[in-house]
């Protein structure tokens, strides 16, 4: 079975600090993977995403890491903001038929002042 | 506005009562997606519509769920005879491109469905 696994489930930092999430996965044959940010009660926004050749991505204080080979990526945040408060979901698409998608749970991030 | 919205945005009802869930997708956009995220846990899979065709439906968790396009746009999800464990929020998502290609999801804020 296709999965998508993510870590910490939780994780709170100081703002200001540094922090980097996990993505393993199992998909395959492999399209893309996303990141994704969900605010509480919102549906996710797509913050990034990587195709197969691609190993890095940033997108304003936000960069993920792909490594194709080991199927795992990251999602660093730098100098993070309170409005990083967030679930950051790891989202991976198969490259068999239609855009089928695999999410991860998410890891809870909280920002604290 | 020019994102997907989704009514209601909570829904409450008793158990065994039946409840339509609605999507309006982005304007122009192939691909729509429901959802089902239950809470604490990443959003599952339920089913997807290329147009106005249902070409997977293979998430929904029983006959009580029934989802709907018929004109390629607006979508209904249906639930009938709801029971306790239906209770999550429902998201829907619009892509502008079918297929394989890597077009983002565009998500709506969901219907929080509480069955009592």
């Known amino acids: 079975k296709n999965q998508v696994e993510q870590s910490p489930q939780s994780l709170i930092i100081l703002e200001g600090k540094n922090c980097t999430l996990q993505c393993n996965y199992t998909v395959s044959p492999f399209s893309n993977l996303r990141w994704y940010k969900q605010d509480t009660g919102r549906g996710p926004v797509s913050l990034t995403i990587?195709?197969?050749?691609?190993n890095t991505k940033s997108n304003g204080r936000y960069t993920a890491t792909l490594d194709a080979d080991t199927k795992q990526s990251s999602l660093h945040i730098t100098a993070s903001q309170l409005s990083d408060s967030a679930s950051y979901i790891c989202v991976v698409t198969n490259s068999g038929g239609y855009q089928k998608v695999t999410f991860g749970i998410g890891t809870k991030l909280q920002v604290i002042p | 506005g020019a994102g997907v919205s989704q009514s209601p945005r909570y829904k409450v009802a008793k158990r065994g009562q039946d409840v339509a869930l609605r999507c309006d997708p982005i304007s122009g956009h192939v691909s729509l997606f429901w959802y089902q995220q239950a809470l604490g846990q990443g959003p599952e899979f339920l089913t997807y519509?290329?147009?106005?065709?249902?070409?997977?439906k293979s998430g929904l968790p029983s006959d009580r769920f029934f989802a709907e396009r018929p004109e390629g746009s607006v979508s209904t999800l249906k639930i009938q005879r709801t029971q306790q464990e239906d209770s999550a929020v429902y998201l829907c998502?619009?892509?502008?491109?079918?297929?394989?290609?890597?077009?983002?999801?565009?998500f709506g804020n969901g219907t929080r469905l509480t069955v009592t």
């Open positions: 998502a619009s892509s502008l491109e079918s297929g394989r290609a890597g077009s983002p999801l565009h």
């Open positions: 990587m195709t197969f050749s691609e």
């Open positions: 519509f290329q147009n106005e065709a249902q070409l997977d």
